[in-house]
């Protein structure tokens, strides 16, 4: 008989914990889920998912998803926290890309855009070429294929970041940045 009140405080004390994790635990009401899977797809395989060594499209595609938001590049090309940005990289990685660099003859001092007629690209307009967070150079329309859904673009003298080049995979932006 003395057994049974503390045999009742047993089984009390163990709904308690039980129930314990849900007091105060509510739905959420805001229509998102929570968690879940992300599926994409590409035409290829990702050689790397290092954003400093990506050089193919594929991989550089990848690693702006992974890593956009959460790590940015500095003036001195060294990984650190978003948040320690500066104001004009964040609104060069915000800009709106409009197309990308999908061809480079440097000695030459030309490139081809994967953008034309088709995104309102004309003669003599001067865009920005970026790269993570930063502007890698300028570039001027020569010609747009009629076609219209590409370009051929002069790399503007002096304009491209000493010990950088234009590459394949780089994106077009409007310049100025504002």
């Not at 405080?9 to 007091?23: C, D, S, Y």
């Not at 088709?118 to 747009?144: H, L, W, Y």
Request: zero cysteines; proline letters at 4%.
């Amino acid at each position: 008989m003395k057994r049974l009140p503390s045999v009742l405080l047993l089984i009390f004390f163990f709904v308690f914990i039980m129930m314990a994790p849900q007091v105060g635990a509510e739905q959420k009401t805001d229509g998102k889920p929570d968690g879940g899977t992300l599926n994409y797809g590409e035409y290829g395989r990702p050689t790397t998912l290092d954003p400093i060594t990506s050089n193919d499209m594929i991989s550089m595609r990848i690693t702006e998803l992974i890593f956009n938001g959460l790590v940015g590049i500095n003036e001195k090309q060294e990984i650190v926290r978003e948040k320690e940005l500066t104001d004009v990289q964040k609104k060069i990685r915000d800009a709106a890309s409009i197309g990308e660099i999908s061809n480079v003859q440097d000695e030459l001092g030309f490139a081809v855009i994967n953008a034309g007629k088709n995104k309102g690209i004309e003669p003599r307009m001067q865009f920005a070429i970026r790269r993570n967070v930063f502007i890698v150079g300028k570039v001027t329309v020569d010609s747009v294929a009629d076609g219209g859904d590409s370009s051929i673009v002069n790399i503007v003298q002096g304009s491209v970041q000493p010990g950088l080049k234009i590459k394949a995979g780089d994106t077009v932006i409007a310049y100025p940045i504002y």
